[in-house]
């Protein structure tokens, strides 16, 4: 399949696609731009009405970029700008070097992009000479500032490191162009707190994947690894942590979708950093979805809430028309469905989600399915209004309510103060449709039945807000072009600006650039932001430090013995009266462990002394290893803010461990034509005492000595040593045609007790004979304009459903730049000449095994013009055949123009 922009607009996110921003010489910065009859006249302007994923479409004429800003609109990756249309087509069809469209003061470095994107760019000695003025002032060194890495620097006067800044400062900026995939934006931002090491780490979703990083040293971050994807401008993502009691250690996984794509989602098994992160699978159950969401987790921890169980939600998918769909994370490796709407309609569509677990007289009050714990309400951001539902059970919700509010565009996504009883509501569109600075709406939602709008707070500026999340009284929300803002929101239904940090100090406008994401629950207090044009910041929360009113605990770790009684104790700063809440996190550590519940601490006016709380560590007579558990501070209250740490974790100490040998998983699938293979044994849970282990292999459908070279053996771990070991393998290549085959190692010992939940590992032989080539369709051949962005969409498929790799390749013709050639969907610049080109698209399984289709593509160059004007002088006419011509079409078109602007005079936009 092929599409050449003009005939396409492609896919987007969110319920509505296909939208496109007009904008010609002759036209009015007015209204929404989005219809082609009544154009704006600057790009700028359309940028700030446009949606993410939407384009703006430049017709013929000339255009000035003037400053800074105009530059990185007509640059951004998230709402492309091209060239080359005309009005009078109705912008159907990209035709630069017809429709030529001049763009005057562009800097040298962006001269091939913008020529790319359809421009013709005039390089006149005035222009030059202003872009060269602007380059020694300050309007280009904010541009460097995004693109270039920068050390750390507090927040002094309003500045750090050059960014705009109230009590946040910058420790680490990772710019684009220093991740491996060179990715040409960024997205969505999650945190994970490996709790095996005490390591932080970054995961931030990319126009090309997904990358970690280690941001344990915050002013030194380290990339780990990075996940290839398709290329999208929407990636989301979330993780879930756990206990693994077999192995004796904790394991992680992320979860990341991708709209407007079909990759799925992607698991990535987090368990083996710090040295390096591996693809589970991409579970295309869901081939595309807008975001992913865990309830019933510890978001600083990403560990399940005692007595629940974690429920992961995919919303904005490709199926269900959107509704949101849960997921059991028993297997975390492979998604099972739990929930769906029966029937669901297009206004049931999610945009993204949020929970909070009730636990007062509103679960039984107002819930119908509450358990035990409480009742679990999923917040369902549903473009026009918010639902609330009861998702108590795994396998079923109850609605609650459904509310709007004053100017709703477009209800985005929200969070929940730590008390429970408000949440924060962000609309991606009301500052663009209502002409309004950032605007948060707040409800009280002390009745889930009847949420109440009680406040609304107004921004400094019109830039947009996203998304945000609660720590304590403050609120953390990524801004977009103002970057992060944060508030106090003691009182919720006023919240007040207590810090911020600008991360595009280019402008403040309501358009989509700046921050995406942010993740303010890292222990160490430490904030991750994900920025669209420039990439990872990791800033430092100064608002507490701001605050005279801190409360913490002394230390962020303790240790004690079963029967101990132990004392925690939490300070606080300042002569105000306060109060704040702790809860009680189980880790390793059960329930049945410690006796301590959730509760509150108070300090009268004048009181500075620390306050204590006992935990009782229960005494069981159990050999067991050291275990932990965690209490969190929450929900301060008079004014008062968390400082640092605000989690403790206790190890109850246990007897020395010998640990248990595993493998490090249970199943493996290698292709026939490996040869030798390598199989990791671990050593986990201790490493006190000297272990011996034998190994075995047994057949199944496979036949040892037929199948793969018998082999048997021993492995020792002495005193001190969780070295991991390794087994290897010959496998034996036949000719033979058959099936996929399979046969066990097996681990033994004289002590079972010494084997872990893994001693044994299912290794699948995959046939290489009987394995079929892959399925490719290259599209058909097509006639393009010269300089016209062309997009080449294949189809491929593979018999035995493994995942394929891809590759565009250019056979013949004048030599053009293919994007993303390794993908499915590649795109090019047709050359200025006319010419014939043609592509294949290679795919390949797993096996190396190759299927190729080729594509041709005509490109039409324009007919000789009898224009002799010179696109140096920056102008041009149209001749006299042209405005003849042009006259005829639009006597012959001007009812039917006429009633189609009629048709279309109170149009509104509704893409997201």
């Given at each position: 399949?092929?599409?050449?922009?003009?005939?396409?607009?492609?896919?987007?996110?969110?319920?509505?696609?296909?939208?496109?921003?007009?904008?010609?010489?002759?036209?009015?910065?007015?209204?929404?731009?989005?219809?082609?009859?009544?154009?704006?006249?600057?790009?700028?302007?359309?940028?700030?009405?446009?949606?993410?994923?939407?384009?703006?479409?430049?017709?013929?004429?000339?255009?000035?970029?003037?400053?800074?800003?105009?530059?990185?609109?007509?640059?951004?990756?998230?709402?492309?700008?091209?060239?080359?249309?005309?009005?009078?087509?109705?912008?159907?069809?990209?035709?630069?070097?017809?429709?030529?469209?001049?763009?005057?003061?562009?800097?040298?470095?962006?001269?091939?992009?913008?020529?790319?994107?359809?421009?013709?760019?005039?390089?006149?000695?005035?222009?030059?000479?202003?872009?060269?003025?602007?380059?020694?002032?300050?309007?280009?060194?904010?541009?460097?500032?995004?693109?270039?890495?920068?050390?750390?620097?507090?927040?002094?006067?309003?500045?750090?490191?050059?960014?705009?800044?109230?009590?946040?400062?910058?420790?680490?900026?990772v710019p684009l162009s220093q991740f491996p995939s060179l990715p040409s934006s960024a997205n969505d931002i999650w945190g994970h707190f490996d709790l095996n090491t005490g390591?932080?780490?970054?995961?931030?979703?990319?126009?090309?994947?997904?990358?970690?990083?280690?941001?344990?040293?915050p002013q030194t971050p380290k990339i780990i690894g990075n996940i290839s994807g398709q290329s999208t401008s929407w990636r989301d993502i979330k993780v879930l942590q756990f206990?693994?009691?077999?192995?004796?250690?904790?394991?992680?996984?992320?979860?990341?979708?991708?709209?407007?794509?079909?990759?799925?989602?992607?698991?990535?098994?987090?368990?083996?950093?710090?040295?390096?992160?591996?693809?589970?699978?991409?579970?295309?159950?869901?081939?595309?979805?807008?975001?992913?969401?865990?309830?019933?987790?510890?978001?600083?921890?990403?560990?399940?809430?005692?007595?629940?169980?974690?429920?992961?939600?995919?919303?904005?998918?490709?199926?269900?028309?959107?509704?949101?769909?849960?997921?059991?994370?028993?297997?975390?490796?492979?998604?099972?469905?739990?929930?769906?709407?029966?029937?669901?309609?297009?206004?049931?569509?999610?945009?993204?989600?949020?929970?909070?677990?009730?636990?007062?007289?509103?679960?039984?009050?107002?819930?119908?399915?509450?358990?035990?714990?409480?009742?679990?309400?999923?917040?369902?951001?549903?473009?026009?209004?918010?639902?609330?539902?009861?998702?108590?059970?795994?396998?079923?919700?109850?609605?609650?309510?459904?509310?709007?509010?004053?100017?709703?565009?477009?209800?985005?996504?929200?969070?929940?103060?730590?008390?429970?009883?408000?949440?924060?509501?962000?609309?991606?569109?009301?500052?663009?449709?209502?002409?309004?600075?950032?605007?948060?709406?707040?409800?009280?939602?002390?009745?889930?039945?009847?949420?109440?709008?009680?406040?609304?707070?107004?921004?400094?500026?019109?830039?947009?807000?996203?998304?945000?999340?609660?720590?304590?009284?403050?609120?953390?929300?990524?801004?977009?072009?103002?970057?992060?803002?944060?508030?106090?929101?003691?009182?919720?239904?006023?919240?007040?600006?207590?810090?911020?940090?600008?991360?595009?100090?280019?402008?403040?406008?309501?358009?989509?650039?700046?921050?995406?994401?942010?993740?303010?629950?890292?222990?160490?207090?430490?904030?991750?932001?994900?920025?669209?044009?420039?990439?990872?910041?990791?800033?430092?929360?100064?608002?507490?430090?701001?605050?005279?009113?801190?409360?913490?605990?002394?230390?962020?770790?303790?240790?004690?013995?079963?029967?101990?009684?132990?004392?925690?104790?939490?300070?606080?700063?300042?002569?105000?009266?306060?109060?704040?809440?702790?809860?009680?996190?189980?880790?390793?550590?059960?329930?049945?462990?410690?006796?301590?519940?959730?509760?509150?601490?108070?300090?009268?006016?004048?009181?500075?002394?620390?306050?204590?709380?006992?935990?009782?560590?229960?005494?069981?007579?159990?050999?067991?290893?050291?275990?932990?558990?965690?209490?969190?501070?929450?929900?301060?209250?008079?004014?008062?803010?968390?400082?640092?740490?605000?989690?403790?974790?206790?190890?109850?100490?246990?007897?020395?461990?010998?640990?248990?040998?595993?493998?490090?998983?249970?199943?493996?699938?290698?292709?026939?034509?490996?040869?030798?293979?390598?199989?990791?044994?671990?050593?986990?849970?201790?490493?006190?005492?000297?272990?011996?282990?034998?190994?075995?292999?047994?057949?199944?459908?496979?036949?040892?000595?037929?199948?793969?070279?018998?082999?048997?053996?021993?492995?020792?771990?002495?005193?001190?040593?969780?070295?991991?070991?390794?087994?290897?393998?010959?496998?034996?290549?036949?000719?033979?045609?058959?099936?996929?085959?399979?046969?066990?190692?097996?681990?033994?010992?004289?002590?079972?007790?010494?084997?872990?939940?893994?001693?044994?590992?299912?290794?699948t032989i995959l046939d290489d004979e009987s394995n079929q080539a892959p399925l490719v369709n290259a599209g058909e051949n097509l006639q393009v304009n010269t300089r016209q962005?062309?997009?080449?969409?294949?189809?491929?498929?593979?018999?035995?459903?493994?995942?394929?790799?891809?590759?565009?390749?250019?056979?013949?013709?004048?030599?053009?730049?293919?994007?993303?050639?390794?993908?499915?969907?590649?795109?090019?610049?047709?050359?200025?000449?006319?010419?014939?080109?043609?592509?294949?698209?290679?795919?390949?399984?797993?096996?190396?095994?190759?299927?190729?289709?080729?594509?041709?593509?005509?490109?039409?160059?324009?007919?000789?013009?009898?224009?002799?004007?010179?696109?140096?002088?920056?102008?041009?006419?149209?001749?006299?055949?042209?405005?003849?011509?042009?006259?005829?079409?639009?006597?012959?078109?001007?009812?039917?123009?006429?009633?189609?602007?009629?048709?279309?005079?109170?149009?509104?936009?509704?893409?997201?």
């Open positions: 399949m092929l599409f050449t922009l003009g005939l396409s607009q492609g896919v987007q996110a969110h319920a509505e696609h296909d939208k496109a921003r007009f904008v010609a010489t002759d036209g009015v910065d007015s209204g929404l731009c989005n219809n082609r009859f009544r154009p704006c006249q600057t790009v700028s302007y359309a940028a700030q009405q446009a949606a993410k994923g939407d384009k703006i479409l430049v017709a013929q004429g000339q255009y000035q970029i003037e400053s800074e800003q105009d530059l990185l609109y007509f640059s951004g990756a998230i709402i492309p700008v091209l060239g080359g249309f005309d009005k009078i087509d109705q912008y159907q069809n990209q035709n630069p070097d017809t429709f030529v469209t001049h763009l005057v003061g562009v800097p040298a470095a962006f001269v091939e992009q913008m020529n790319g994107q359809g421009f013709h760019v005039i390089r006149d000695t005035k222009s030059l000479a202003q872009v060269a003025l602007l380059a020694k002032g300050s309007a280009f060194s904010s541009f460097s500032l995004m693109q270039e890495n920068q050390a750390a620097a507090d927040c002094i006067d309003g500045q750090s490191a050059g960014f705009a800044c109230l009590n946040i400062s910058l420790l680490a900026h390591k932080e780490y970054a995961i931030i979703g990319l126009r090309n994947g997904i990358t970690v990083l280690d941001v344990s040293e206990f693994d009691t077999s192995a004796n250690r904790w394991r992680a996984y992320a979860y990341a979708t991708a709209d407007s794509v079909s990759e799925g989602v992607t698991i990535i098994d987090l368990s083996g950093l710090p040295n390096s992160i591996a693809l589970v699978q991409k579970q295309t159950t869901d081939a595309s979805a807008h975001n992913v969401y865990i309830s019933n987790v510890d978001y600083g921890l990403n560990i399940a809430l005692p007595g629940t169980e974690p429920l992961l939600h995919i919303t904005g998918s490709n199926r269900s028309n959107g509704a949101f769909r849960s997921y059991s994370l028993a297997n975390p490796e492979n998604l099972t469905l739990s929930y769906q709407a029966l029937s669901p309609l297009t206004q049931d569509y999610t945009h993204d989600a949020s929970s909070l677990l009730i636990d007062d007289s509103r679960a039984q009050n107002d819930c119908s399915n509450a358990t035990l714990t409480g009742c679990n309400v999923l917040l369902d951001f549903n473009e026009t209004s918010v639902k609330l539902w009861d998702h108590s059970k795994t396998d079923d919700v109850i609605a609650l309510s459904d509310t709007g509010y004053p100017q709703a565009e477009y209800t985005h996504s929200g969070w929940w103060t730590e008390d429970k009883q408000f949440i924060l509501v962000h609309d991606e569109l009301d500052e663009q449709r209502h002409n309004l600075n950032t605007t948060l709406n707040i409800f009280d939602i002390s009745s889930l039945k009847q949420p109440l709008l009680v406040g609304t707070w107004r921004g400094p500026t019109r830039a947009i807000d996203h998304n945000g999340f609660v720590r304590g009284n403050h609120y953390f929300m990524s801004n977009y072009e103002r970057g992060l803002t944060v508030l106090d929101i003691t009182q919720a239904a006023s919240p007040q600006q207590i810090g911020f940090f600008d991360t595009y100090p280019v402008s403040n406008n309501a358009a989509f650039n700046g921050a995406w994401g942010v993740y303010p629950f890292l222990p160490s207090g430490n904030i991750l932001v994900s920025d669209i044009n420039s990439g990872l910041f990791i800033l430092r929360d100064d608002t507490a430090s701001s605050n005279a009113e801190q409360i913490s605990f002394s230390v962020a770790q303790l240790s004690a013995a079963e029967g101990d009684n132990v004392q925690v104790s939490i300070n606080k700063s300042g002569s105000n009266s306060a109060t704040v809440g702790y809860q009680i996190l189980t880790g390793s550590a059960t329930s049945d462990d410690f006796q301590i519940s959730q509760g509150e601490v108070s300090w009268a006016a004048n009181d500075n002394q620390a306050q204590t709380i006992s935990v009782q560590i229960n005494q069981d007579m159990l050999a067991e290893p050291d275990e932990i558990f965690f209490v969190r501070l929450i929900n301060p209250q008079n004014g008062a803010a968390l400082g640092y740490p605000n989690v403790l974790q206790i190890k109850i100490r246990g007897i020395p461990q010998s640990g248990k040998i595993n493998f490090a998983q249970s199943e493996l699938s290698v292709k026939e034509t490996a040869g030798d293979i390598a199989l990791k044994v671990e050593r986990v849970g201790g490493n006190s005492g000297v272990l011996n282990i034998d190994y075995l292999l047994q057949s199944e459908s496979a036949m040892v000595g037929q199948d793969v070279t018998d082999t048997s053996g021993s492995l020792q771990w002495l005193e001190g040593d969780n070295t991991s070991k390794t087994i290897t393998l010959s496998l034996i290549n036949d000719d033979n045609s058959e099936t996929n085959e399979s046969f066990l190692v097996k681990l033994q010992a004289e002590n079972e007790q010494h084997l872990g939940g893994q001693s044994n590992i299912r290794i962005i062309t997009q080449l969409m294949g189809t491929a498929s593979d018999p035995e459903g493994r995942e394929l790799s891809y590759l565009w390749q250019q056979i013949s013709g004048t030599t053009v730049s293919l994007s993303n050639a390794n993908n499915l969907n590649a795109s090019f610049v047709a050359p200025s000449a006319a010419s014939t080109l043609e592509f294949s698209l290679s795919a390949s399984d797993d096996f190396g095994l190759t299927t190729s289709d080729s594509v041709q593509i005509s490109v039409i160059a324009p007919p000789p013009s009898n224009n002799n004007a010179s696109s140096q002088s920056g102008g041009g006419s149209n001749n006299i055949l042209s405005v003849l011509l042009l006259t005829l079409f639009i006597s012959l078109r001007l009812k039917p123009i006429k009633n189609h602007i009629d048709l279309n005079k109170n149009n509104k936009l509704h893409t997201k």
